[in-house]
């Protein structure tokens, strides 16, 4: 055992599996790094911070978090530039969601020096992980869980927080299929639409399945009341590009808090493109793409990045989406200036990123 930043504990992998994985081939999520950062909320403190080879844990069956859900987690980037370097994207706005989701769903917070403290060691310690190809990046996963062993429905009293890392490529190998949604729904005013908890995604499966099994990729939810307005989709907020303006449904508390919804917001400004952060209905996006006004619709997430949509589908019908091919598109641009950010090919004008 050694010590490393902020006296974390490190225990190093016997046999490193980074030559089992293929970089030129990376499936979403399914190569987990050889470490990860674990750290416990027990007896009212958080204690015994460390990075430990990637493994399984051992926990009790009646573990409050598999009973009652508390349980919620993040989903960030960290690419390799040119020079080698390893740079994350905005974490600082991953760590303060996180906390945001933890008080909705009654759970402790996590001090910023255990969340970036974790993130950074971990990253030194696995940077042969982070992928130096294009259109790749080694995926990161924080999240906490209760950890009280009480079959009483209770806020528990203790957590544990962990960090684990997949390299990953492309989350969708081409431009989804959406279905719009009519009969359930994901998430209601005063719910829990914006924190990043497990249930959310839980919840969504089964209308998803009935999606796919319909032929399409994803849902776009909308909203609860009227199913009339656009939220946001599965694993990414929702973008479109029409009359010339930049148009995504405003944030709210059944809508995700996107971080890269955010970062392309400040970037289509900063470029002089119009941006509408506001109701979006569904009869106007299809009044748009039938009268061609409506130019790219496209999904926005730290997984996906930038990801055009190759088709709506509403009440039976499915709509056609211009395809996007045009190195000009918004959407393009967008993907192109958030690559070359990442790889350290432009400026960082905005402060997005962070080095390890
Ligand atoms: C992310 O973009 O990090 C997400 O949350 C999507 C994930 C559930 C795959």
């Not at 390893?86 to 909705?104: Q, T």
């Not at 869980?145 to 203790?158: I, M, N, Y």
Request: net charge negative; proline share 5%.
């Amino acid at each position: 055992m050694t010590t490393d930043l902020l006296n974390i504990e490190l225990r190093k992998a016997e046999k490193s599996r980074l030559a089992e994985v293929d970089f030129n081939n990376l499936p979403f999520g399914k190569h987990f790094s050889d470490h990860m950062f674990v750290a416990d909320f027990v007896d009212g403190q958080w204690q015994n911070p460390q990075v430990v080879p990637f493994d399984n844990f051992s926990l009790s069956p009646a573990l409050s978090s598999l009973h009652y859900g508390q349980s919620i987690f993040e989903g960030m980037k960290a690419y390799k530039n040119e020079q080698g370097e390893v740079l994350m994207f905005r974490p600082l706005e991953n760590f303060r969601r996180m906390n945001e989701s933890a008080k909705r769903m009654c759970m402790t917070t996590i001090p910023e020096e255990i969340f970036m403290g974790g993130l950074e060691t971990l990253l030194r310690v696995d940077a042969d992980w982070v992928p130096g190809t294009a259109g790749s990046s080694l995926y990161i996963r924080p999240y906490m869980f209760a950890t009280d062993t009480f079959l009483g429905v209770a806020p528990s009293k203790s957590y544990r927080f962990c960090i684990f890392t997949c390299p990953v490529g492309a989350y969708y190998t081409k431009p989804p299929k959406l279905k719009v949604e009519t009969e359930y729904i994901r998430s209601a005013p005063g719910g829990v639409g914006y924190a990043k908890c497990a249930g959310n995604y839980g919840g969504a499966l089964y209308p998803t399945l009935l999606a796919q099994q319909e032929g399409y990729d994803q849902i776009m939810w909308t909203d609860a009341v009227e199913h009339k307005y656009i939220e946001e989709s599965g694993t990414m907020n929702i973008m479109f590009y029409m009359n010339g303006k930049l148009v995504t449904p405003a944030t709210s508390d059944s809508i995700l808090k996107g971080v890269t919804r955010d970062s392309i917001l400040q970037i289509a400004r900063s470029w002089g493109v119009e941006v509408e952060e506001r109701k979006v209905s569904i009869d106007e996006v299809i009044q748009g793409i039938e009268d061609g006004t409506l130019l790219e619709a496209f999904g926005a997430g730290t997984a996906v990045v930038v990801s055009p949509y190759s088709v709506i589908g509403y009440k039976g019908k499915d709509y056609m989406l211009p395809e996007v091919a045009e190195e000009n598109s918004l959407s393009k641009r967008v993907y192109k200036f958030l690559n070359d950010l990442r790889t350290g090919r432009v400026e960082d004008t905005f402060g997005f990123m962070y080095k390890v």
